[in-house]
């Protein structure tokens, strides 16, 4: 495997940044023993891209692919309905803070991930599984892969090359915080409890609001332009 092909991987893992896993993994890091925590969810998703990543770049995804290519429309489709639903989520909590709110408190939304820790990494699998399985970046980076008949080793190590990079951020993330001096770990996050406690409906209004818009734009982007003629 050349340099080049090993970058591309690079390049191609950190464009599926998952901000879904950041936000759980900022949430679990607020727990009791969030470390520990944030790390479990972290193995089940580096678990997810390997096995899957594996499954695709030998070949046997082929079911997914064909899947994906017998209904094209279901990627504008699944990004159109989570668009909306950020959409109108983020209107909700807009007008809700607007209304006297503004505040959410840390306790209620901590509890909703406080599931056992082994149960951590499943989801942390489960919810990487699904989203790869309707990621074309995922989907191409290893079929591209499959492609170039690497033996198992090389193979192995193009798969590795796209998962640490798409969990880059989520792990740099845990690390800062676990290597973070006692008194300013808990300064942190006693700062980010009361941002939550004071404008926690507006942040997470304004950011689901702008993941939403960025999706509609994406997939009715993507849709216009797949059905324009080609240029003369």
């Known amino acids: 495997m050349n340099i080049g092909f090993a970058l591309e991987l690079f390049a191609l893992g950190l464009s599926a940044f998952d901000p879904i896993g950041v936000a759980v993994v900022i949430l679990l890091l607020a727990q009791p023993s969030g470390v520990v925590r944030a790390w479990a969810f972290l193995i089940g998703s580096i678990a997810s891209l390997m096995l ?6 030998s070949g046997l995804g082929r079911p997914i692919v064909k899947f994906r290519e017998a209904y094209p429309w279901l990627d504008t489709a699944f990004e159109l309905v989570v668009g909306i639903v950020l959409v109108v989520v983020g209107i909700t909590l807009l007008r809700r803070a607007r209304s006297g709110g503004g505040g959410l408190e840390p306790e209620f939304i901590t509890r909703r991930l406080r599931v056992p820790t082994p149960l951590l990494a499943v989801l942390g699998f489960l919810l990487v599984t699904v989203q790869n399985i309707l990621d074309a970046v995922f989907i191409v980076a ?5 492609q170039r008949l690497l033996d198992v080793l090389q193979t192995l190590l193009a798969v590795s090359i ?8 989520q792990v740099l993330l845990v690390l800062a915080y676990q290597f973070m001096p006692a008194a300013r770990r808990k300064a942190s996050l ?6 939550l406690e004071r404008r926690g409906e507006q942040v997470a ?17 993507g849709e216009l332009l797949s059905k ?3 240029p003369a």
Do not use: C, Q, Y
């Open 52 to 57: 899957l990543g594996w499954i695709v770049a």
């Open 142 to 146: 290893m079929v591209e892969t499959g």
């Open 162 to 169: 796209f998962t640490v990079a798409a969990v880059l951020v």
């Open 190 to 195: 006693d700062g980010f409890n009361r941002l």
């Open 205 to 221: 209004g304004w950011l689901a609001l702008a993941l939403g818009a960025i999706l509609l734009v994406v997939s009715i982007g």
């Open 228 to 230: 324009s003629p080609p």
